[in-house]
Protein backbone atom coordinates (compact mmCIF):
# COMPACT_ATOMS: atom_id res chain seq x y z
CA UNK A 1 0.00 0.00 0.00
CA UNK A 2 1.13 3.42 -0.83
CA UNK A 3 2.35 5.22 1.92
CA UNK A 4 2.81 9.06 2.04
CA UNK A 5 6.07 10.72 3.55
CA UNK A 6 4.36 11.79 6.47
CA UNK A 7 3.62 8.56 7.57
CA UNK A 8 7.64 7.74 8.34
CA UNK A 9 7.69 10.84 10.79
CA UNK A 10 4.88 9.62 12.34
CA UNK A 11 5.85 6.46 13.23
CA UNK A 12 8.67 7.74 14.08
CA UNK A 13 7.68 9.71 16.75
CA UNK A 14 5.79 6.95 18.14
CA UNK A 15 8.41 5.26 18.56
CA UNK A 16 10.39 7.74 20.34
CA UNK A 17 10.53 7.75 24.15
CA UNK A 18 9.93 11.08 23.95
CA UNK A 19 6.49 11.83 25.32
CA UNK A 20 4.66 14.22 23.68
CA UNK A 21 0.64 14.32 21.58
CA UNK A 22 1.04 13.82 18.73
CA UNK A 23 -1.20 15.98 15.79
CA UNK A 24 -2.31 15.80 12.84
CA UNK A 25 -3.43 18.43 11.08
CA UNK A 26 -4.97 18.59 7.00
CA UNK A 27 -7.81 19.33 4.95
CA UNK A 28 -10.25 16.52 4.95
CA UNK A 29 -9.86 13.34 2.04
CA UNK A 30 -5.73 14.07 1.81
CA UNK A 31 -5.21 10.70 4.05
CA UNK A 32 -4.86 11.12 7.46
CA UNK A 33 -7.30 8.62 8.57
CA UNK A 34 -5.03 6.12 6.04
CA UNK A 35 -1.90 7.22 7.39
CA UNK A 36 -3.56 6.06 11.07
CA UNK A 37 -4.61 2.75 9.73
CA UNK A 38 -1.18 2.08 8.28
CA UNK A 39 0.21 2.81 11.99
CA UNK A 40 -2.34 0.25 13.36
CA UNK A 41 -1.03 -2.46 10.87
CA UNK A 42 2.55 -1.46 11.81
CA UNK A 43 2.90 -0.50 15.32
CA UNK A 44 3.25 -3.09 17.88
CA UNK A 45 1.25 -2.04 20.56
CA UNK A 46 -2.34 -2.70 20.56
CA UNK A 47 -4.53 0.48 19.55
CA UNK A 48 -8.09 2.04 20.48
CA UNK A 49 -9.46 4.26 18.03
CA UNK A 50 -12.61 6.22 17.27
CA UNK A 51 -14.39 9.15 15.74
CA UNK A 52 -16.71 11.84 17.03
CA UNK A 53 -17.60 12.09 13.36
CA UNK A 54 -19.59 8.77 14.51
CA UNK A 55 -20.27 9.56 18.10
CA UNK A 56 -24.15 11.00 18.29
CA UNK A 57 -24.08 14.35 20.67
CA UNK A 58 -19.97 13.62 21.29
CA UNK A 59 -19.21 15.13 24.43
CA UNK A 60 -16.43 15.54 26.91
CA UNK A 61 -17.75 12.42 28.60
CA UNK A 62 -17.05 10.51 25.08
CA UNK A 63 -13.15 11.36 25.46
CA UNK A 64 -13.08 10.05 28.90
CA UNK A 65 -14.65 6.46 27.68
CA UNK A 66 -12.35 6.68 24.67
CA UNK A 67 -9.24 7.27 27.33
CA UNK A 68 -10.34 4.42 29.92
CA UNK A 69 -10.59 1.92 26.73
CA UNK A 70 -7.56 2.79 26.05
CA UNK A 71 -6.11 3.00 29.64
CA UNK A 72 -7.46 -0.92 30.16
CA UNK A 73 -5.25 -1.76 26.82
CA UNK A 74 -2.56 -0.73 28.44
CA UNK A 75 -3.07 -2.67 32.06
CA UNK A 76 -3.30 -5.64 29.53
CA UNK A 77 -0.22 -4.99 27.82
CA UNK A 78 2.35 -2.69 28.94
CA UNK A 79 1.39 -0.07 26.29
CA UNK A 80 -1.21 1.13 23.93
CA UNK A 81 -2.08 3.87 21.33
CA UNK A 82 -5.14 6.00 21.51
CA UNK A 83 -5.94 7.62 18.11
CA UNK A 84 -8.90 10.53 18.12
CA UNK A 85 -10.35 11.63 15.24
CA UNK A 86 -12.20 15.08 14.38
CA UNK A 87 -12.01 15.53 18.85
CA UNK A 88 -11.60 19.45 17.65
CA UNK A 89 -16.11 19.23 17.39
CA UNK A 90 -16.12 18.25 21.23
CA UNK A 91 -16.40 21.68 23.43
CA UNK A 92 -13.42 22.22 25.64
CA UNK A 93 -11.89 19.17 24.43
CA UNK A 94 -8.03 20.35 25.01
CA UNK A 95 -9.25 20.90 28.14
CA UNK A 96 -10.22 17.45 29.24
CA UNK A 97 -7.43 15.94 27.15
CA UNK A 98 -4.93 18.34 29.11
CA UNK A 99 -6.25 16.28 32.44
CA UNK A 100 -6.20 12.83 30.91
CA UNK A 101 -2.70 13.60 30.26
CA UNK A 102 -1.28 14.71 33.29
CA UNK A 103 -2.63 12.19 35.06
CA UNK A 104 -1.20 9.28 32.91
CA UNK A 105 1.88 11.48 33.02
CA UNK A 106 1.52 11.44 36.95
CA UNK A 107 0.78 7.96 37.06
CA UNK A 108 3.22 6.37 34.33
CA UNK A 109 0.53 5.11 32.20
CA UNK A 110 2.64 4.37 28.90
CA UNK A 111 -0.15 5.78 26.78
CA UNK A 112 1.00 6.92 23.39
CA UNK A 113 -2.01 9.70 21.99
CA UNK A 114 -2.41 10.66 18.05
CA UNK A 115 -5.08 13.37 17.41
CA UNK A 116 -6.30 14.35 13.72
CA UNK A 117 -8.42 16.92 12.79
CA UNK A 118 -9.81 18.92 9.41
CA UNK A 119 -10.39 21.95 11.31
CA UNK A 120 -6.55 23.39 11.32
CA UNK A 121 -8.67 26.56 13.19
CA UNK A 122 -10.35 24.78 15.99
CA UNK A 123 -7.43 22.18 16.90
CA UNK A 124 -4.49 25.05 16.93
CA UNK A 125 -6.79 27.32 19.29
CA UNK A 126 -7.35 24.50 21.99
CA UNK A 127 -3.87 23.66 21.62
CA UNK A 128 -1.94 26.24 22.37
CA UNK A 129 -4.55 26.99 24.97
CA UNK A 130 -4.97 24.03 27.10
CA UNK A 131 -2.12 21.63 25.97
CA UNK A 132 1.20 23.87 25.71
CA UNK A 133 3.90 22.14 26.11
CA UNK A 134 2.66 18.70 25.29
CA UNK A 135 1.82 17.94 21.68
CA UNK A 136 3.93 18.22 18.08
CA UNK A 137 2.10 19.06 15.41
CA UNK A 138 2.68 17.49 11.84
CA UNK A 139 0.87 19.10 9.04
CA UNK A 140 -0.48 17.16 6.09
CA UNK A 141 -1.03 18.99 2.66
CA UNK A 142 -2.27 18.13 0.00
CA UNK A 143 -1.04 15.58 -2.58
CA UNK A 144 2.11 16.70 -4.32
CA UNK A 145 2.45 15.47 -7.91
CA UNK A 146 5.55 12.87 -6.89
CA UNK A 147 2.82 11.18 -4.78
CA UNK A 148 -0.18 11.25 -7.08
CA UNK A 149 2.54 9.88 -10.32
CA UNK A 150 3.31 6.91 -7.83
CA UNK A 151 0.12 5.65 -6.59
CA UNK A 152 -2.40 6.55 -9.89
CA UNK A 153 0.38 6.94 -12.49
CA UNK A 154 -0.80 10.28 -12.91
CA UNK A 155 0.43 12.38 -16.05
CA UNK A 156 1.59 15.81 -15.38
CA UNK A 157 -0.56 17.22 -17.44
CA UNK A 158 -4.22 15.17 -15.09
CA UNK A 159 -2.29 16.82 -12.12
CA UNK A 160 -2.67 19.84 -13.01
CA UNK A 161 -6.23 19.70 -14.30
CA UNK A 162 -7.38 16.63 -11.57
CA UNK A 163 -4.99 17.90 -8.61
CA UNK A 164 -4.78 15.58 -5.94
CA UNK A 165 -7.78 14.67 -4.02
CA UNK A 166 -6.42 10.79 -3.70
CA UNK A 167 -10.59 9.87 -3.11
CA UNK A 168 -11.34 11.40 -6.22
CA UNK A 169 -8.53 10.54 -8.69
CA UNK A 170 -10.53 6.76 -9.86
CA UNK A 171 -12.81 8.89 -11.10
CA UNK A 172 -11.16 11.10 -13.19
CA UNK A 173 -12.14 9.07 -16.36
CA UNK A 174 -15.73 10.50 -15.36
CA UNK A 175 -16.31 13.40 -15.69
CA UNK A 176 -19.52 14.19 -14.37
CA UNK A 177 -18.79 11.70 -11.42
CA UNK A 178 -15.70 13.42 -10.31
CA UNK A 179 -17.22 16.64 -9.97
CA UNK A 180 -19.91 15.46 -8.46
CA UNK A 181 -17.75 13.82 -5.60
CA UNK A 182 -15.68 17.03 -5.20
CA UNK A 183 -18.04 19.24 -4.79
CA UNK A 184 -20.61 17.02 -2.24
CA UNK A 185 -18.17 14.89 -0.62
CA UNK A 186 -15.28 17.69 -0.26
CA UNK A 187 -16.58 21.11 -0.60
CA UNK A 188 -19.70 21.03 0.22
CA UNK A 189 -18.23 19.33 3.43
CA UNK A 190 -15.50 21.27 4.45
CA UNK A 191 -17.69 24.09 4.32
CA UNK A 192 -20.46 23.10 6.23
CA UNK A 193 -18.75 20.73 8.78
CA UNK A 194 -15.18 22.15 9.29
CA UNK A 195 -16.11 25.88 9.08
CA UNK A 196 -19.86 26.85 9.55
CA UNK A 197 -20.23 24.37 12.37
CA UNK A 198 -17.03 25.57 14.22
CA UNK A 199 -17.39 29.04 13.70
CA UNK A 200 -19.21 31.52 14.31
CA UNK A 201 -20.35 32.94 10.76
CA UNK A 202 -22.79 35.58 10.22
CA UNK A 203 -23.19 34.94 6.34
CA UNK A 204 -22.77 31.77 4.89
CA UNK A 205 -24.25 32.61 1.56
CA UNK A 206 -21.02 35.51 1.70
CA UNK A 207 -18.72 32.32 2.31
CA UNK A 208 -19.57 30.36 0.12
CA UNK A 209 -19.68 32.53 -2.51
CA UNK A 210 -16.85 34.05 -2.02
CA UNK A 211 -14.66 30.77 -2.21
CA UNK A 212 -16.60 29.80 -5.53
CA UNK A 213 -15.37 33.85 -7.12
CA UNK A 214 -11.93 32.51 -5.65
CA UNK A 215 -11.38 29.46 -7.88
CA UNK A 216 -13.52 31.53 -10.62
CA UNK A 217 -10.48 33.98 -10.49
CA UNK A 218 -8.02 31.35 -9.68
CA UNK A 219 -4.56 33.06 -10.01
CA UNK A 220 -5.54 36.37 -10.54
CA UNK A 221 -5.41 39.31 -8.85
CA UNK A 222 -8.47 41.01 -7.25
CA UNK A 223 -8.57 44.23 -4.74
CA UNK A 224 -10.89 43.61 -1.94
CA UNK A 225 -13.35 46.51 -3.70
CA UNK A 226 -13.49 44.30 -6.83
CA UNK A 227 -14.19 40.95 -5.07
CA UNK A 228 -16.89 42.90 -2.93
CA UNK A 229 -18.49 43.74 -6.43
CA UNK A 230 -18.53 40.40 -7.35
CA UNK A 231 -20.13 39.02 -4.33
CA UNK A 232 -23.18 41.58 -4.86
CA UNK A 233 -22.53 41.87 -1.08
CA UNK A 234 -22.37 44.70 0.99
CA UNK A 235 -19.84 42.74 2.89
CA UNK A 236 -17.24 44.74 4.13
CA UNK A 237 -13.04 44.15 3.51
CA UNK A 238 -12.42 42.63 7.32
CA UNK A 239 -14.95 40.16 6.61
CA UNK A 240 -13.81 38.73 3.23
CA UNK A 241 -10.04 38.86 4.97
CA UNK A 242 -11.60 36.94 7.55
CA UNK A 243 -13.73 34.41 5.59
CA UNK A 244 -10.48 33.99 3.15
CA UNK A 245 -8.28 33.22 6.23
CA UNK A 246 -10.69 30.53 7.27
CA UNK A 247 -11.40 28.97 3.71
CA UNK A 248 -7.33 28.70 3.65
CA UNK A 249 -7.24 27.44 7.62
CA UNK A 250 -9.91 24.53 5.86
CA UNK A 251 -7.30 23.44 2.70
CA UNK A 252 -9.44 24.84 0.11
CA UNK A 253 -8.72 28.31 -0.66
CA UNK A 254 -5.95 31.53 0.33
CA UNK A 255 -4.82 34.66 -0.54
CA UNK A 256 -1.29 35.18 -1.50
CA UNK A 257 0.18 39.14 -0.46
CA UNK A 258 1.93 41.19 -2.30
CA UNK A 259 5.50 41.12 -1.89
CA UNK A 260 7.04 44.30 -0.48
CA UNK A 261 10.13 44.88 2.21
CA UNK A 262 7.60 46.51 3.93
CA UNK A 263 5.16 44.62 5.45
CA UNK A 264 2.70 47.02 6.51
CA UNK A 265 2.26 47.64 2.81
CA UNK A 266 1.64 43.64 2.12
CA UNK A 267 -0.88 43.42 4.37
CA UNK A 268 -2.66 46.44 2.94
CA UNK A 269 -2.36 44.41 -1.03
CA UNK A 270 -4.55 43.45 -3.43
CA UNK A 271 -4.99 39.49 -3.15
CA UNK A 272 -3.97 37.04 -5.69
CA UNK A 273 -6.42 34.17 -5.15
CA UNK A 274 -5.16 30.52 -4.95
CA UNK A 275 -7.14 27.45 -4.83
CA UNK A 276 -4.80 24.98 -2.69
CA UNK A 277 -5.99 22.07 -5.12
CA UNK A 278 -6.48 22.29 -8.86
CA UNK A 279 -9.48 20.25 -8.10
CA UNK A 280 -11.18 23.02 -6.80
CA UNK A 281 -10.82 25.20 -9.92
CA UNK A 282 -11.59 22.32 -12.37
CA UNK A 283 -14.90 22.24 -11.03
CA UNK A 284 -15.98 25.43 -10.06
CA UNK A 285 -14.94 26.44 -13.86
CA UNK A 286 -17.04 23.10 -15.18
CA UNK A 287 -15.35 22.45 -18.37
CA UNK A 288 -14.11 19.16 -19.17
CA UNK A 289 -10.14 18.43 -19.21
CA UNK A 290 -10.00 17.88 -23.04
CA UNK A 291 -11.76 21.72 -23.36
CA UNK A 292 -9.38 23.45 -20.89
CA UNK A 293 -6.53 22.08 -22.86
CA UNK A 294 -7.78 23.74 -26.21
CA UNK A 295 -8.23 27.01 -24.61
CA UNK A 296 -4.66 28.49 -23.86
CA UNK A 297 -5.05 30.84 -22.13
CA UNK A 298 -7.69 29.11 -19.46
CA UNK A 299 -4.87 26.20 -19.40
CA UNK A 300 -2.10 28.60 -18.67
CA UNK A 301 -4.52 29.93 -15.59
CA UNK A 302 -4.39 25.81 -14.45
CA UNK A 303 -1.00 25.50 -14.61
CA UNK A 304 -0.41 28.61 -12.50
CA UNK A 305 -2.90 27.52 -10.45
CA UNK A 306 -1.29 24.14 -9.99
CA UNK A 307 2.35 25.85 -9.36
CA UNK A 308 0.95 28.71 -6.99
CA UNK A 309 -1.00 25.05 -5.27
CA UNK A 310 2.68 23.70 -4.90
CA UNK A 311 4.54 26.36 -3.75
CA UNK A 312 1.65 27.20 -0.94
CA UNK A 313 1.25 23.47 0.21
CA UNK A 314 4.20 22.95 0.57
CA UNK A 315 6.07 25.95 2.40
CA UNK A 316 5.21 25.53 6.01
CA UNK A 317 7.36 22.65 5.93
CA UNK A 318 9.72 24.52 4.17
CA UNK A 319 9.45 27.72 5.72
CA UNK A 320 9.29 29.65 2.80
CA UNK A 321 7.00 32.37 2.40
CA UNK A 322 5.01 32.84 -1.08
CA UNK A 323 4.22 36.39 -2.60
CA UNK A 324 3.77 37.88 -5.58
CA UNK A 325 4.86 41.27 -7.49
CA UNK A 326 3.49 43.98 -9.61
CA UNK A 327 5.10 47.09 -10.10
CA UNK A 328 2.73 49.56 -12.21
CA UNK A 329 2.12 46.92 -15.65
CA UNK A 330 5.05 44.78 -14.14
CA UNK A 331 4.18 41.21 -12.98
CA UNK A 332 5.86 38.45 -11.43
CA UNK A 333 3.74 35.25 -10.70
CA UNK A 334 5.72 34.44 -7.71
CA UNK A 335 8.62 35.56 -4.90
CA UNK A 336 9.98 32.87 -2.74
CA UNK A 337 11.71 34.44 0.39
CA UNK A 338 13.72 32.72 2.96
CA UNK A 339 15.30 34.34 5.18
CA UNK A 340 17.18 37.13 3.71
CA UNK A 341 17.41 35.08 0.23
CA UNK A 342 14.32 35.59 -2.94
CA UNK A 343 13.61 34.10 -6.17
CA UNK A 344 11.14 35.35 -8.62
CA UNK A 345 9.26 32.92 -10.36
CA UNK A 346 8.01 33.28 -13.76
CA UNK A 347 5.01 30.60 -15.28
CA UNK A 348 4.98 29.28 -18.65
CA UNK A 349 2.55 26.90 -20.21
CA UNK A 350 3.85 26.99 -23.73
CA UNK A 351 7.04 27.50 -25.91
CA UNK A 352 6.29 30.55 -27.02
CA UNK A 353 8.58 33.22 -26.83
CA UNK A 354 6.86 35.69 -23.94
CA UNK A 355 8.06 38.52 -21.93
CA UNK A 356 9.87 38.48 -19.34
CA UNK A 357 9.80 42.59 -18.19
CA UNK A 358 8.36 41.68 -15.09
CA UNK A 359 11.01 39.17 -13.21
CA UNK A 360 13.80 41.78 -15.20
CA UNK A 361 12.27 44.91 -13.38
CA UNK A 362 12.03 42.96 -10.24
CA UNK A 363 15.85 42.21 -10.49
CA UNK A 364 16.42 44.97 -10.90
CA UNK A 365 14.74 46.46 -8.04
CA UNK A 366 15.87 43.58 -5.52
CA UNK A 367 19.30 41.18 -5.15
CA UNK A 368 17.87 37.77 -6.33
CA UNK A 369 19.47 34.33 -5.27
CA UNK A 370 18.02 33.14 -8.78
CA UNK A 371 15.54 33.63 -11.13
CA UNK A 372 13.17 30.53 -12.35
CA UNK A 373 11.19 30.35 -15.47
CA UNK A 374 8.88 27.44 -15.14
CA UNK A 375 7.23 25.69 -18.19
CA UNK A 376 7.81 26.79 -21.80
CA UNK A 377 11.45 27.08 -22.27
CA UNK A 378 12.52 27.44 -18.72
CA UNK A 379 12.21 24.45 -15.65
CA UNK A 380 10.30 21.67 -17.08
CA UNK A 381 6.46 21.50 -15.05
CA UNK A 382 6.67 18.23 -13.82
CA UNK A 383 10.78 18.42 -12.41
CA UNK A 384 9.91 22.30 -10.95
CA UNK A 385 6.64 20.32 -9.11
CA UNK A 386 8.37 16.83 -7.77
CA UNK A 387 10.94 19.71 -6.20
CA UNK A 388 10.36 21.36 -2.62
CA UNK A 389 10.47 25.76 -2.39
CA UNK A 390 13.39 24.84 -0.57
CA UNK A 391 15.07 23.23 -2.58
CA UNK A 392 15.80 26.25 -5.40
CA UNK A 393 17.53 28.12 -2.01
CA UNK A 394 20.34 24.63 -1.94
CA UNK A 395 21.51 25.76 -5.42
Known sequence: MFKRPQFKIVKDRMNSPFRSIQVMLGSRQIGKSTIAYQLIEELKMPVHMASADDAYNASQTWIQAQW??????????????????????????????????????????????????????????????????????????????????DAFDLSIEEYIFYGGYPGALPLKDDWNRFKSYVKDSLIETVISKDILMQVNIKKPPLLRRLFEVGCIYSSQILSYQKIVGQLNDSGNITTL?????????????????????????????????????????????????????KDHELWGRFVETAVGAHLVNASKADNVE??????????????????????????????KKLSLNGVERFASKFSCHQILIVGGKGIELELFLRKSPAYWFEI
Open 68 to 149: SIARQLVRDNGSALLILDEVQKINDWSGVIKQLWDEDTRNKVNLKVLLLGSSTLMLQSGLTESLAGRFEILNIPHWCFDECY
Open 241 to 293: EHYLYLLGQAGLLTSIDKFSVEKVRQRASSPKLMPLNSALFAVCVGKTFEEVK
Open 322 to 351: IFYWRDGNYEVDFILRKGDKIIPIEVKSSA
